[in-house]
């Protein structure tokens, strides 16, 4: 493969190299026209030989960049030129999650940031019938220490069924992530995501991937027959219902796994301290219009409402026909009606004046306010100033916080 350092490519002046892989090499490059830094991914045409693979890698180039997601990386443009085929996407200085693994266990909170959006993320590219096939910590870039970033979308899957993961330098994917049935070079689907970022949870709440081994064979043949350790094993601050869900996204059977990764991201949201927030006890329970209780299983709370998943905090809506959402800003005006700055709103990247919901005759309705991360209904991204109708259980995201919408 030939180096490009201190060559320009289609308009982009390349610096250093980022990073590599079987077939393609990404480096950093620089665009004056728009004055920023992009990385490039540089896949030399004679590595994979003929026009029908580059004809399907054109078309993946074409899917992935349609995928809109604050936690997927941002693809800008595709280009040919002397030989080789590349992608410019979002440039992201903070490096990768790989590179901040010290083989110690992090709190639960900590992962709940990096794993609650990676899931979201495949939740929705599995909604646009796109599989990951590499989830891995290498995969996922950090552009804030809690803002993953999934990267390497589709190359590895427009790769199957043309190598063998037996041959020598050719596997499709990385071994240590596999799930059993591409280890055993069957095709896969959905589920194989959910696996592998189960097994990237399993490595961030632990220090140690399920399966170690001298050799990739081994650590495949091991996935195939045996169970991993009990992750409280490793780390006793696991609790059963968070080791409940990292076994059963480990499942060999893919049947015994979650169905979706959207029920995985689900279970996940609900246990305590997903957000980092605590559980206040019940005796705290307040309920002025417009303030936060916290419900226990059997509260009578009623009335339009908002539920922070991972919390139960149950965000009471005032009574009036527009709610602004929000985070609230002392030197601003007005106030958000609804202010998710004390539950993680910072952090999950919720804008000042995010989303308002309108109260109509047809019933409420969600528009986003030019938010800079995004407003989501059910993981469907909120066109800017286009009303959505919202009902009864569905989930609302701004940012990275999901909130549960509930009517009565």
């Given at each position: 493969m030939r180096d490009w350092i201190g060559r320009t490519l289609g308009g982009y002046r390349i610096a250093e190299e980022i990073g590599r892989g079987a077939i393609a090499r990404v480096y950093r490059a620089y665009q004056p026209q728009l004055e920023r830094w992009v990385a490039l991914k540089v896949l030399e045409m004679g590595q994979v030989g003929d026009q029908e693979f580059l004809a399907r890698f054109r078309r993946e180039a074409k899917a992935i960049a349609a995928l809109r997601h604050p936690n997927i990386l941002t693809i800008y443009d595709y280009g040919e030129e002397k030989g080789i085929a590349y992608i410019v996407m979002e440039y992201v200085p903070g490096g990768t999650l790989k590179a901040r693994l010290t083989g110690q266990p992090m709190e639960w909170p900590d992962v709940a940031r990096l794993i609650i959006p990676v899931g979201r993320a495949l939740a929705y590219a599995h909604s646009q019938d796109i599989v990951h096939r590499d989830v891995k910590p290498a995969n996922i870039l950090l552009a804030r220490p809690d803002w993953p970033l999934l990267a390497d979308f589709g190359l590895v899957k427009l790769l199957g069924g043309r190598r063998s993961i037996t041959r020598p330098g050719t596997s499709i994917g990385t071994p240590a992530y596999f799930s059993p049935e591409q280890a055993a070079g069957e095709e896969v689907d959905h589920r194989s995501d959910i696996y592998s970022l189960g097994v990237v949870l399993y490595e961030l709440l632990t220090g140690h991937i399920p399966f170690e081994a001298d050799t990739p064979f081994e650590m495949m043949l091991l996935r195939l027959r045996e169970s991993p350790v009990p992750p409280c094993r490793l780390n006793p601050a696991i609790t059963p219902q968070l080791e409940a869900v990292i076994l059963r996204a480990l499942a060999r059977d893919p049947a015994e796994r979650y169905p979706t990764m959207e029920a995985l991201v689900d279970d996940l949201s609900r246990l305590p301290g997903a957000t980092a927030q605590?559980?206040?006890?019940?005796?705290?329970?307040?309920?002025?219009?417009?303030?936060?209780?916290?419900?226990?299983?059997?509260?009578?709370?009623?009335?339009?409402?908002?539920?922070?998943?991972?919390?139960?905090?149950?965000?009471?809506?005032?009574q009036q026909e527009e709610v602004l959402i929000g985070r609230a800003d002392p030197n601003l005006t007005p106030s958000p009606d609804v202010d998710l700055g004390p539950h993680g709103g910072g952090l999950a990247g919720v804008s000042r004046r995010h989303a308002r919901l309108l109260h109509r005759p047809e019933g409420w309705l969600l528009e986003d306010l030019h938010s800079t991360n995004g407003t989501f209904l059910n993981d469907t991204p909120v066109p800017p100033g286009q009303p959505v109708r919202v009902r009864s259980g569905d989930i609302i995201r701004c940012g990275q916080l999901a909130l549960a919408f509930y009517e009565e």
């Open positions: 605590a559980i206040a006890p019940p005796s705290q329970v307040v309920a002025p219009a417009g303030a936060t209780i916290r419900l226990g299983k059997h509260s009578a709370a009623t009335g339009p409402r908002l539920l922070v998943r991972g919390t139960g905090a149950v965000l009471l809506l005032p």
